[in-house]
């Protein structure tokens, strides 16, 4: 950590002496308006510049005589430069200090624009990027002593801002979450004393583990203890549900071993130590009702307050058991989508001029808003010229990339053989066609389209629109149709569908 200060009240610096605080610029200068520092004319370190654009966030102390400190100013102008730039994230604190005053320059902070202004005649940008600065910042929501006891407001911040430090936020962890993450927030209504279990459910590569990670991240720190069981299917099929039991204990129960050998033991360990205790878990990935009752249990496995996540592309898994709401996530915007797509190929928010825009434009398209495959795209192609990325565009026109259609095939391989089979009818044929006339077609071929069209909903393979038209993802179409070539590769007429 990073810091430069010149500090009267010297409580506040056991804010900038806590470990936790990592990756992280710390701003504060506390002066009289006579420090001779001021007057010094001393040009600010390039070390400190870097620290700046090093960090993840900045924790600005604003206090009266903030703005008469001119290296204050020149390094809250970077900060600024950073978070419109690149997202760096920044968390003022007013300590005794009213915003407004600096938002109106007003008062102190005007005698001490006025000292800049006399000083630096020659560089009136400079004052006015100063003043701009310090509007922006000071209109941001922060924390204010009000006459507060100065121990437990340091107490406060170190333990939000930690939270936040603990697990920082990528840029494109954040593309098109923020309204999901808002949704999500509302059906798990963390102020509520209650035990809530949430699903989230919807199609491979939606973004469903991205979404609850994030809600893992931010939410944690409001929890006793928390745990998070990723590939919850994969590593069942692998270990066992006996190990994944052990795992959500031990993440609980840092200092303590846990020896069992049976689900039953393992569901009676859970539902005894963590009924007193308000916990966070998610499970993700859940495949098999199992997982639910091994893991979950009841809402009485878990003290008051507690919240369970599951993600799951089995929506008729959430339906069979209590779970209080559930939440399906949407493909990308357009806009959202070529912004993610650009972070991947380009590393940058935006798509370089020329032939990339053009070709941007024709991969997010075949993506269809699916973040999975805007990221394995913008992977794959990052790096590459023009002419690999046309030559690349057309390959997908032919034969789609192994990767994405891998993910997808998760789903596929789950239900049975008619549904199956229904499955591939509608990626070859039916894919937005009226849903009582596939009906009617399937069931003259004795597939029992009606619980069979239901389980591959519920299993988030297609969808029904408000038009009662039948649909599915373009990349879960191709997904069906791929399948279909790779049986009689020789032979093509033998295909079971032509």
Known sequence: MTRKSVVKHLSIVEILNKPILMDLFFEVEIVDRDDPKLEAGEEIAPELFTAIQQSWCSVIVFSRTYAFSSWCLEELAEIVKQHNNYGHKVFPIFYDVDPSDLRKQKEKVEEAFARHEERYKEDSEKIQRWRNALIQVAGIKG???NNRHESEFIIEIIKKISAKLCHPVTHSDLVGMTERLEDLYLKINIGENDVRIIGICGMGGIGKTTLARLAYNQMSHHFESKSFIADIREVS?????????????????HDECFEFFNVHEGNDIISHMLSRKKVLVVLDDVDNIQHLKCLVGRHDWFGLGSRIIVTTREEHLLRSWPVDDMYEPKTLNPKDALQLFSLKAFHSDTVPKGDFIELSYHVVKYAGGLPLALEILGCFLCGRDANQWRSAIERLKRDSNKEILDKLRISFDGPEEREKNIFLDI????????????MKVLDSCEFFPDIGIDVLIKKSLIKVDEHKYLWMHNLLQEMGRKIVREKCVDEPGKRCRL
Do not use: T
């Open 143 to 145: 924390w204010h002593l």
């Open 237 to 253: 099929d692998k270990c066992g549900l006996v190990s994944l039991q052990k795992q959500l204990l031990s993440e609980i129960f």
């Open 427 to 438: 990626a070859c044929f039916f894919n937005g066609k009226e849903k009582d006339f596939v």
